[in-house]
């Protein structure tokens, strides 16, 4: 199989599994926070959001827009969205929706595009290719849902 229909695969898998395994976290778990500084279950929900629509928009410039900067400043997008703040039923589907979108996206990425580019670097340049951000997408996502439903 191809190497990113598989990652494609794997994210539809992933979001599956942990749509079943949300339903066992209650309401007061969703929002407890381990410190005042640290996220809430609900609020790293809302990273892996932040995260699809970012991955997203770097997966679709980059097919038309070598080395455009797509910089990700990802403590600022879950406060300034209120996740903490939001109905978990919300940010569970919204998180839902944006994983089968990304997958959509990966799916109908043309391979001689994989090797494009995009800078993500925050003062400097940090070029990572489409391929890239479609692999380390997963590694991203299986890391924070391990968290969540630990």
Same mark, same amino acid.
């Given at each position: 199989?191809?190497? =990113?229909?598989?990652?494609?695969? &794997?994210?539809?898998?992933?979001? @599956?599994?942990?749509?079943?395994?949300? +339903?066992?976290?209650?309401?007061?778990?969703?929002?407890?926070?381990?410190?005042?500084?640290?996220?809430? *279950? *609900? &609020?790293?929900? @809302?990273?892996?959001?932040?995260?699809?629509? /970012?991955?997203? !928009? !770097?997966?679709?410039? @980059?097919?038309?827009?070598?080395? =455009? *900067?797509?910089?990700?400043?990802?403590? +600022?997008? =879950?406060? %300034?969205?209120?996740?903490?703040?939001?109905?978990?039923?919300?940010?569970?589907?919204?998180?839902?929706?944006? /994983?089968?979108?990304?997958? !959509?996206?990966?799916?109908?990425?043309?391979?001689?595009?994989?090797? /494009?580019?995009?800078?993500? @670097?925050?003062?400097?340049? +940090?070029?990572?290719?489409?391929? %890239?951000?479609? &692999?380390?997408?997963?590694?991203?996502? *299986? %890391?924070?849902? /391990?968290?969540?439903?630990?």
């Amino acid at each position: 199989m191809n190497p =990113v229909l598989a990652h494609k695969n &794997e994210i539809l898998s992933l979001v @599956g599994q942990a749509m079943i395994d949300f +339903e066992s976290i209650t309401e007061k778990s969703w929002n407890d926070k381990p410190q005042p500084s640290k996220w809430s *279950k *609900k &609020e790293l929900l @809302g990273h892996l959001i932040d995260s699809a629509s /970012n991955n997203i !928009r !770097r997966l679709i410039i @980059g097919q038309y827009e070598q080395g =455009v *900067k797509i910089v990700y400043h990802q403590d +600022e997008w =879950v406060l %300034y969205q209120k996740y903490h703040e939001t109905a978990i039923a919300d940010v569970k589907m919204l998180w839902k929706l944006l /994983n089968n979108q990304i997958s !959509r996206v990966i799916e109908n990425i043309p391979e001689e595009k994989l090797q /494009n580019n995009c800078d993500t @670097g925050k003062g400097k340049t +940090e070029l990572h290719t489409l391929s %890239y951000f479609i &692999e380390d997408y997963v590694m991203h996502l *299986k %890391y924070h849902l /391990n968290q969540i439903t630990a």
